[in-house]
């Protein structure tokens, strides 16, 4: 099994950035493809960001495509979401998740608890 901990949200005014960290537990974290979703009030949980086991592909919701970024550390059992020129529109709980299937969908095995991000314009 594998145990997920978001961190790294929090409130930034509109054009900032923040970087989200997602630690993983277990001995075979290389082996899962790891996903970014988020959850805003009302609205249905959507990936945003996916990433293959070694890193070789990866996915983008359009809305955020050239402003975040996912990444893996392997070694440090930690999947990353770099966000910058954030919007209001960004403003959410996000999630990680982990799972052996490719691609990523809201059915993944493993979900952390999620970390808020809030947007001010």
């Known amino acids: 099994q594998v145990q997920l901990v978001e961190s790294g949200g929090g409130l930034v005014q509109a054009g900032g950035s923040l970087r989200l960290s997602c630690a993983a537990s277990?001995?075979?974290?290389?082996?899962?493809?790891m996903g970014w979703f988020r959850q805003a009030p009302g609205k249905e949980r959507e990936l945003v960001a996916a990433m293959t086991t070694r890193g070789i592909g990866t996915y983008y919701i359009d809305s955020v495509k050239g402003r975040f970024t996912i990444s893996r550390d392997n070694a440090k059992n930690t999947v990353y979401l770099q966000m910058n020129s954030l919007k209001p529109e960004d403003t959410a709980v996000y999630y990680c998740?982990?799972?052996?299937?490719?691609?990523?969908?809201?059915?993944?095995?493993?979900w952390g608890q999620g970390t808020q991000v809030t947007v001010s314009s």
């Open positions: 998740s982990a799972d052996l299937l490719w691609p990523v969908r809201s059915t993944s095995r493993y």
């Open positions: 277990g001995r075979t974290f290389s082996a899962y493809n």
